[in-house]
């Protein structure tokens, strides 16, 4: 036997999801200045920025309009439909966070001149087609924090 | 400007490699100077290291020194880190042709790599995730697999591709990856295993997608004039092209035809002088199968919509129109990110030299050109690289 002194140290042996592998972003005035997005959202409005000076819509929100770098920018409703543009379902490979939800499909919605990636809820795969109309729901993160997500309206 | 040539390669077995990331970085830095005569790497004054996420996949960062440490090489020019995602390693190559270009450096190293085996997938999978604008299409797990599966989809829509025609690519890729010994998987897929493989995100099965894969290559660039003391048989990079427009989901130029991708190969067939018939080999980045069918027809290979006939008319094979990814492509060979244009520049090296299988072989090939593309195909890099100085 070695002489070496051996030990054994102790480690946390679980160490929650950390900030920086959390998807969903900051939400309140202190860590982001496009908060009132979130605060509309929690209202059950989606929301964007438009340019007021060039009259340009921007998604995501922004504080300056990247076509004229007006920082005078609105906010606007974008309303509660859409239309399925494409999706697809996420079967293997979930990061971590969302392994426990899979399968779920996800997809991009079309309203007006936005294609907007978001969860399609509520429907498997097979049960969707492009063009379906989809409704805006807003999800809520234990935390209180809140995302958009979209499901598959009985109405089509 | 300088004429530039890339007059040595030198790679690690890509694969899942019971190796670590610096492991990997010193198998290819040994293969890449014992690719080259008089020139060790004491000489070399301007290192760029290609390496898309060591802060996750490695926990490390500020990674060019440490790799310049590992292989030896003691940069009195230019030193940094090159990241551009999967295109990470051909932006090292662009950064090491511009300095010799310019004469800032006479003697430039442009190394990729990446270790994606960590023993958490799906930590892995959340580092895939926030390469793609992580609060607006991470969020909703718009990572690799998503985003080409509903280009896929909307190919399909617009244009009638097909599963089994995508799964053509597949087939070709693993046929050439099986006749090259650094390659990730070197099997060959039939059509069926390609659609019965398992359902990754639907219309993209397993063999549909490209494996992750560790890896790390390496190559040398010097002026033209001093190509004869190191080499017989150099590659010259001759023309180039990068573009990207837009990154977020919304704000990409079309799902369904790469604008960056035409308007970069109109700008590498101008500088270069040459056009698109010239190619005799194209590597190009084949991530997932449709992407191959959309570079067919944004490289103008083919027409737009078109991609799934050309590879059913076998025109993407050896002793079609062009050979496109006979190294076995990303599919074949692997992806590890900051690595994959470095092997794929290697691949071109390689065969003007005639130093692969004869099954893989693309005999005469005077000109090829190394693409990749990046995030969700809103960023696109075209090298081009001749036999002989232009």
């Not at chain 2, 492509?329 to 692997?334: D, E, F, P, V």
Request: net charge neutral; proline share 5%; hydrophobic share 40%.
């Amino acid at each position: 036997m070695s002489k070496v002194k051996f030990e054994k140290i102790k480690r946390p042996e679980k160490i929650g999801l950390p900030f920086m592998l959390d998807f969903y972003p900051l939400q309140d005035e202190k860590n982001t200045r496009i908060s009132q997005f979130f605060k509309n959202l929690k209202q059950g409005h989606l929301t964007t920025t438009k340019c007021k000076k060039c009259r340009k819509l921007l998604w995501p929100p922004r504080i300056v309009c990247p076509e004229c770098l007006s920082e005078n920018l609105e906010w606007v409703d974008l309303g509660v439909e859409g239309e399925l543009y494409a999706f697809t379902e996420i079967r293997l490979g979930a990061p971590l966070g969302f392994v426990e939800d899979v399968p779920f499909c996800v997809g991009i919605v079309k309203i007006g001149s936005l294609l907007i990636s978001t969860r399609i809820d509520d429907a498997k795969y097979e049960e969707l087609k492009i063009g379906d109309k989809v409704r805006l729901k807003v999800v809520e993160l234990p935390d209180r924090r809140v995302f958009y997500r979209f499901y598959k309206t009985k109405e089509q | 400007m300088r004429q530039v040539a890339i007059v040595a390669g030198g790679e690690a077995k890509a694969g899942r490699r019971a190796a670590s990331w610096r492991d990997l970085v010193q198998e290819a830095g040994k293969a890449l100077f014992e690719d080259v005569d008089n020139l060790s790497p004491k000489d070399v004054d301007s290192i760029f290291v290609g390496a898309a996420q060591p802060e996750r996949f490695a926990f490390l960062s500020y990674v060019a020194p440490l790799v310049a440490e590992y292989i030896g090489v003691t940069p009195r020019k230019v030193i940094a880190r090159t990241e551009l995602a999967c295109v990470s390693g051909q932006a090292a190559i662009r950064y090491a042709w511009n300095c010799v270009a310019t004469g800032m450096s006479d003697i430039a190293v442009a190394i990729g790599v990446e270790k994606m085996y960590p023993p958490d997938m799906a930590e892995a999978q959340s580092t895939m995730a926030c390469v793609l604008d992580r609060e607006w299409d991470g969020v909703n797990c718009f990572s690799a697999p998503p985003i080409f599966a509903v280009t896929a989809q909307r190919h399909m829509y617009e244009f009638g591709t097909t599963k089994e025609q995508m799964a053509l690519v597949s087939v070709k890729n693993h046929h050439y990856s099986s006749l090259n010994p650094i390659a990730h998987l070197q099997k060959e897929v039939t059509v069926e295993d390609v659609l019965n493989s398992r359902v990754v995100a639907p219309p993209l099965s397993l063999f549909d997608c490209c494996p992750m894969t560790d890896g790390s290559a390496g190559v040398i660039l010097v002026r033209a004039e001093d190509v004869k003391k190191y080499t017989d048989t150099p590659m010259y990079l001759i023309g180039s092209g990068q573009c990207a427009i837009g990154n977020v989901i919304n704000n990409l130029a079309s799902l369904t035809e790469w604008v960056p991708l035409k308007l970069a190969a109109e700008e590498a067939w101008r500088t270069a002088k040459i056009t698109k018939d010239d190619v005799d080999i194209a590597e190009v980045h084949d991530c997932f199968t449709i992407s191959e069918i959309m570079e067919y027809e944004g490289l103008g290979f083919c027409e737009k919509g078109k991609g799934g006939k050309f590879i059913e008319d076998g025109e993407p094979y050896i002793g079609g129109k062009v050979a496109v990814n006979p190294s076995g492509g990303i599919m074949g060979c692997g992806h590890p990110l900051g690595a994959t244009s470095i092997y794929h520049a290697i691949e071109i090296l390689k065969q003007f030299r005639g130093d692969v299988d004869r099954g893989r072989y693309v005999k005469g090939a005077e000109i090829g050109i190394q693409h990749s593309l990046s995030g969700a195909a809103n960023q696109h890099s075209i090298l081009v690289c001749s036999r002989e100085p232009r």
